[in-house]
């Protein structure tokens, strides 16, 4: 079967660095995306991978090797409005997405 | 722009009862979707469609029909609810399924609890 595999939760202090992980099998691999989520509230789309290495963009950075069926997404600088969740979906050979149950960061003060 | 927008926001339905949750997207985009979304787990694919008149069935499409009748309206319909079909639904839509990096845009989520 396919799979997804993120942490269920985290937590950071502001002002620092995270890094959530996200492991994946599944079949083909067709690109891999990350999204963020507030509570209540609809995901938005953060970064695409698609090719092995970093993805840079402001605050957040998104890193992919695909021989090793990994990810993760670096946030740096926290924030209180980054407390949220964060869902790692994998598109395969049938350009379905397949996503991961996500994982809730909690920023402390 | 008003991007995607899904009523009712809110639903209680019976066991038994039939109800229908709207989905319009105002981007023009040929590719809509619909997923649930259960606390601890990932969202699971209901139904989609690539175009205007065609449906296909996703990860979980038992008890749920849709239609895509114009471009811009894709439509939820629950036959006989179940208390298993509690849950949040997203509507999410993008320009193509198939290429690059077609980012999702979702609508706010309807909550629909079936007692």
């Known amino acids: 079967g396919q799979n997804i595999d993120q942490p269920t939760e985290m937590t950071a202090t502001e002002g620092a660095i995270v890094q959530i992980n996200c492991t994946y099998q599944?079949?083909?691999?067709?690109?891999l995306f990350w999204y963020q989520q507030h509570a209540g509230e609809a995901p938005t789309f953060l970064s695409y991978?698609?090719l092995d290495g970093l993805e840079e963009k402001g605050r957040f950075s998104s890193f992919l090797s695909r021989s090793k069926g990994y990810s993760y997404l670096l946030l740096k600088e926290l924030q209180m409005k980054d407390s949220a969740s964060y869902l790692c979906?994998?598109?395969?050979?049938?350009?379905?997405?397949?996503w991961g149950a996500g994982t809730k960061l909690i920023i402390k003060p | 722009n008003a991007g995607v927008t899904q009523t009712p926001k809110f639903q209680v339905l019976k066991t038994g009862q039939s109800m229908t949750l709207q989905c319009a997207q105002d981007?023009?985009?040929?590719?809509m979707s619909w997923y649930r979304q259960d606390p601890g787990m990932g969202l699971r694919l209901i139904h989609y469609?690539?175009?205007?008149?065609?449906?296909a069935k996703g990860e979980v499409p038992d008890g749920y029909n849709v239609s895509r009748l114009k471009k811009q309206n894709f439509l939820l319909g629950l036959e006989s609810a179940a208390p298993s079909q509690t849950s949040v639904y997203f509507c999410?839509?993008?320009?193509?399924?198939?290429?690059?990096?077609?980012?999702?845009?979702f609508g706010a989520g309807s909550r629909l609890t079936v007692l």
């Open positions: 999410a839509s993008s320009q193509v399924r198939d290429f690059g990096a077609n980012v999702l845009t």
């Open positions: 981007m023009n985009h040929e590719y």
């Open positions: 469609s690539v175009g205007e008149g065609t449906t």
């Open positions: 599944t079949s083909g691999f067709n690109g």
């Open positions: 991978n698609v």
């Open positions: 979906a994998v598109r395969d050979r049938n350009y379905q997405l397949i």
